[in-house]
């Protein structure tokens, strides 16, 4: 079992930036790979990026792609989302997740494992 804390979520202008970490715990090993979604006011839960278990490939939401960085410590069992360039429609709950094995995962589906979530708002 994998217990998975987000943090660093708040309020950000437009334009700003604000960098999320999830804190893995629960297991010895870092064979997990590990992906961020968001789901917004009355929308359902988005893809926004993955990584693979040792970090080497990223995949990034359509709407993401260029502003926002995935990483991996897996030293630290931490995961962080690098966000610059916020937008109003950057506004959602961030979710972190992980999932046994050596690919990245893109859909809701493929992961087993969830954070309780972290509200990032982002006002113009």
């Known amino acids: 079992q994998l217990q998975l804390v987000e943090s660093g979520g708040g309020l950000a202008q437009v334009g700003d930036s604000l960098r999320l970490s999830c804190t893995v715990s629960g297991r010895a090993d870092s064979s997990y790979s590990m992906g961020w979604f968001r789901q917004g006011p009355g929308k359902e839960r988005e893809f926004v990026a993955a990584?693979?278990?040792?970090?080497?490939?990223?995949y990034y939401g359509d709407s993401v792609k260029g502003r926002f960085a995935i990483s991996k410590d897996n030293a630290k069992g931490t995961l962080y989302l690098q966000m610059n360039a916020l937008k109003a429609e950057d506004t959602a709950v961030y979710y972190c997740?992980?999932?046994?094995?050596?690919?990245?995962?893109?859909?809701?589906?493929?992961?087993?494992?969830w954070g309780q979530g972290t509200q990032v708002t982002v006002s113009s």
């Open positions: 997740a992980a999932t046994l094995g050596t690919r990245a995962r893109v859909t809701t589906d493929l992961y087993n494992f």
């Open positions: 990584i693979n278990y040792n970090g080497v490939s990223t």
